[in-house]
């Protein structure tokens, strides 16, 4: 995954056509992904990158994707009892935070080049996921000794 991260930043894509074989297993594994981990986001970039997406295509996509993973979570952690009054006063206190910098980071982001904007997404998640799996196989390595 991370060659195919440096590719797309390098600006190098293969778009998937409507109703490519590759569409099933390619969201069963994202959706495996986060189930695991809750990490989707660098797959979903590739993803959406890959396709060439503009840069409001790609926000609006992977809002999208976010806007349904929570809603999902939410349910599933209300059904489970999940919640507790110190959660929800910790999502309190966040809240402002979020409501003040989604608008200026979408301000941040309508003055980026869509190309731009689109290698830097991919190199940030080249990043992302080179630190962890190289955390990972730390983890590992210093459980085996």
Known sequence: MCIRDRLQAAGLRRPLSKGSRAELPVGFGIGILYSCTTISGPPLGLLF?????AQDEFRAAISLFRITESIATAIAFSLLSVYTPASVGLALQILPC???????????????DPESFRRICMAADAWLISFGLSRLCLLYTSRCV
């Open 49 to 53: 990158n890959n396709q060439g997406l």
């Open 98 to 112: 979020i409501l003040i910098g989604l608008p200026i980071g979408r301000l941040a982001v309508s003055m980026i």
